[in-house]
């Protein structure tokens, strides 16, 4: 299967019409599939877009070989709409490039269009001037996280204690269903509700489940010590987090000050459904929650899970 024509360049404008043409029917619209770095992606990017990226190890494994359409869109769902020409039209986007011409064939974006050709039965059109241009254009269309605030406010004094860092404010948002925080905040109802968490993933051995039957609960029993095999944890964490994620829910990631044990399963969470290196995944997480810092044995675990993960064909 193959689809009807070449890659057309859209200009923003184009796009923009596009979007508001199909906004009230989503399910035959168009998608827009987003070739810059998940980081940049993260930062910055066209509302409900999809980040499609490949890493570079992958890439060089690749030696200029078509890749699968399945290689690069690892949801299921989307790559059955986009075989089953049930969308209008796809848009690929990267950051800056002024035309399909302009693509390096190793670029992520050159890979993706050109699998899309072999594979996808819709319109496949290719955005001049990609996000920078588009979000010049319209960026009452495009999320920009540096309008929310991350920092930390300065610890509040009190007459007999002092606040942690860790627990001041409420968990930070990772992902639209993934949040990461301490003990304190899985403890108060009130933050959970607010950030309409639905579901508590327990990484430790002492931290109550202080609501159960009023929400789903996972506990993983985890030391934070330099002997504790956090990775087992891995498959199961990932699994519960993608279940919540599947039935719409919100997941809160957390042990006792959400700092070492819950940061580094939220790590290998990224690193596993976002295909990203260990560096890029802690600085995507260290610009949210600043305290984080898994202990020297889970680094290493997670060093090695980079590799597994990264080798993945």
Known sequence: MTSNSEPVDITADELHHALRTHRDRPASGCVVLDCRPFLDFSHAHICESRNIHWNSMMRRRSKGTVVALESLIPDRSLLGRLRRAELCAVVVVDESSRSVGDLQ????????????QNEAQTQICFLRGGFEA?????????????????SIEPEPRVT??????????GPVELLPFLFLGSAIHSSCRETLAAAGITALLNVSSTCPNFYEGEFQYLRLTVEDSL???IRACFAPAIAFIDSVKQCGGRVLVHCQAGISRSATICLAYLMHTQRVKLEEA???????????SPNLAFMGQLLQFETDVLCQG
């Open 134 to 150: 588009f979000s010049a254009a319209c960026p009452e269309l495009c999320y920009n996280s540096a309008s929310i605030d991350l």
């Open 227 to 229: 002997a504790a095999d």
């Open 160 to 169: 007999e204690r002092r606040t942690p860092g860790y627990d001041q404010d």
């Open 105 to 116: 064939a190793e670029s992520v974006g050159h890979m993706l269009l050109t699998a899309l």
């Open 282 to 292: 802690f600085d995507f997480v260290k610009q949210r929650r600043k305290v984080i």
